[in-house]
Nanobody, 124 residues
């Protein structure tokens, strides 16, 4: 079992930045691939970013956030981060952290464990 707890969401103006955190417990964190997804009102949940197990030298981003968002991990703290820059109002959503026991991925069905989510609201 893996437990995930997100934090860092809040209100931000368009063009602003936020850093989300996801703290994991329950198994060896370094062996997990980690990812971030988001679900906006009246929209389906979508992939945002993922990071490979271990040092996390390999990352993957949705085209819509590439160049603006950065995913990283600190295995000593069992934590994955999502740095979000130049935020847009249409990116208002609940951002959810997930763990991938296969070590890496971007499909929702590859992630077996999910956090409760943290609300990000971007005002115009």
């Amino acid at each position: 079992q893996v437990q995930l707890v997100e934090s860092g969401g809040g209100l931000v103006q368009a063009g602003g930045s936020l850093r989300l955190s996801c703290a994991a417990s329950g198994r060896t964190f370094s062996s997990l691939g980690m990812g971030w997804f988001r679900q906006a009102p009246e929209k389906e949940r979508e992939f945002v970013a993922s990071i490979k197990w271990g040092t996390g030298s390999t990352t993957y981003y949705a085209d819509s956030v590439k160049g603006r968002f950065t995913i990283s991990r600190d295995n000593a703290k069992n934590t994955v981060y999502l740095q979000m820059n130049s935020l847009k109002p249409e990116e208002t959503a609940v951002y959810v952290c997930a763990a991938n026991v296969y070590g890496f991925g971007k499909r929702q069905d590859e992630f077996a464990y999910w956090g409760q989510g943290t609300q990000v609201t971007v005002s115009s």
